[in-house]
């Protein structure tokens, strides 16, 4: 098939290449995602099974340093990418030592745990930021379909993160239906991450001929994708206030993630430890409650995608939707406060509808903020540094990851009602900040939306 060819080949209104890009992200999530819903309890031990034995200090401290650097990662994969592979090759390479990485935590060894680790640090560091990269470029600077299309693929990260708990979580922890039991196995949840990983690598490898790069005119295209930048004339001015304006929204959208990757750490002991964990003679594991948020997601990223494109020239603009991101996760927090202190009140376990409810609320906002991130990096970002821009985007991300294991290392000497009301107050506080500072960050925006 010729490269023109590929080019007008459509999926769901979008770029065929939207399609493969999709599918490797959702199986790159699913491999993540089902091992980060193990990860915490394997290193604590869950209510009905054993770890490694970690208090929750230690734990929360490697949880920490862990997602910190899996997202820190992308400032080296995307400048690779840049400068001397390209960002298909830098998917690739990056999804196979993501792969070797699972089944590295698959044997159960303390130093194979270690090594899992830092090999999924290693590619997806060289996976993610430049498969958004890659969707970036298969709309003109132009297309009107852009943030639709990033909504759309952002469909497909919380795809693979409802799927990966369903498979992961029962393998690893068990689960019990009436007198049929299976006590679980760590290993088998780590492996099976692995297996999703490698699903994602065959789809990929056949659908790259659809990832060609637009530019002004349909069907030209660039080698952008293929080959690294080079060195151009210096940025003007309007482009340092767009730099700048992608740096300061990242900057919030660094505290959006402190907070949302309690998911992780946090709000997972809290499904373990003060949550009931049975329905209709069915026990459950805790690990579960990680597919109820990205499910959210799944059923209202169409609508919210929807949403953006009859809005029109009324659509909100970023900064607008940042604010609306830390306002929902904000209020996640308050809702689950009660619950809580109920808990630690009574000692008996509450019910799962408070999470489902936080979830509902979180979901709101990350769709607010998340995907729109994605692409607002796109679109201020300049051509030959846009890989560098999302690695930048992705070391907010894994701040916040650092800062929200360092959050939930709290719960060693403090409740969790305490942990999740200064959770709630700080991230309102950022919002009413953002709320402030919308009329500057515009302008350095330079009229992009």
Request: proline fraction near 5%.
């Amino acid at each position: 098939m010729s490269e023109v060819a590929a080019a007008d080949k459509q999926w769901f209104g979008h770029p065929r290449g939207l399609a493969t890009c999709f599918l490797t992200e959702m199986w790159e999530r699913f491999s993540y995602y089902g091992m980060r819903a193990l990860l915490t309890l394997y290193m604590v031990g869950s209510v009905v099974k054993p770890g490694l034995g970690f208090d929750v200090k230690k734990a929360a401290q490697i949880y920490a340093l862990y997602t910190a650097c899996v997202y820190f990662s992308g400032i080296p994969g995307g400048w690779i990418a840049d400068r001397f592979i390209g960002h298909k090759r830098a998917v690739f390479v990056g999804g196979c030592i993501i792969a070797l990485g699972h089944f590295s935590m698959a044997v159960p060894r303390i130093t194979f745990f270690y090594l899992g680790l830092g090999l999924i640090i290693i590619g997806t560091g060289m996976l993610k930021p430049n498969v958004s990269t890659i969707v970036g470029s298969l709309y003109a600077p132009d297309d009107k379909r852009r943030d639709a299309g990033f909504s759309t693929f952002y469909m497909g990260i919380n795809l693979g993160a409802t799927l990966a708990p369903f498979v992961t979580t029962p393998l690893a922890q068990g689960f019990k239906i009436g007198r049929f039991s299976w006590s679980g196995n760590w290993h088998y949840g780590f492996a099976a991450a692995g297996v999703g990983m490698v699903i994602g690598l065959i789809q990929y490898a056949y659908g790259q001929k659809y990832l060609v790069v637009r530019s002004e005119g349909k069907g030209a295209t660039t080698p952008t994708l293929a080959e690294p930048a080079v060195a151009k004339e210096p940025f003007s001015a309007a482009d340092w206030g767009r730099i700048a304006a992608a740096v300061v929204l990242s900057c919030f959208a660094l505290l959006f993630w402190a907070g949302f990757e309690q998911a992780g750490s946090s709000l997972t002991l809290f499904a373990d430890r003060a949550t009931r964990l049975s329905i209709f003679g069915v026990t459950y594991p805790s690990g579960l409650f990680q597919f109820v948020e990205p499910g959210f997601v799944i059923i209202f990223s169409p609508i919210f995608a929807l949403l953006w494109l009859r809005l029109g020239g009324h659509e909100p603009s970023s900064p607008v939707k940042f604010t609306l991101g830390l306002i929902f996760l904000s209020l996640s927090f308050a809702l689950v406060v009660p619950a809580a202190h109920m808990f630690e009140k009574s000692g008996g376990r509450v019910s799962p509808w408070w999470l489902v409810g936080l979830y509902f609320l979180q979901m709101i906002g990350e769709l607010c903020l998340s995907p729109v991130g994605l692409s607002m990096i796109t679109k201020l970002s300049p051509g030959r540094i846009v890989g560098v821009m999302m690695g930048v985007w992705f070391a907010a991300t894994g701040l916040g990851n650092y800062v929200a294991g360092w959050v939930a290392g709290q719960l060693e000497n403090r409740p969790f009602s305490e942990v999740f009301r200064d959770a709630s107050f700080i991230v309102a506080g950022a919002a009413v900040v953002l709320i402030l500072l919308i009329p500057p960050i515009k302008r350095m925006m330079g009229g992009v939306k």
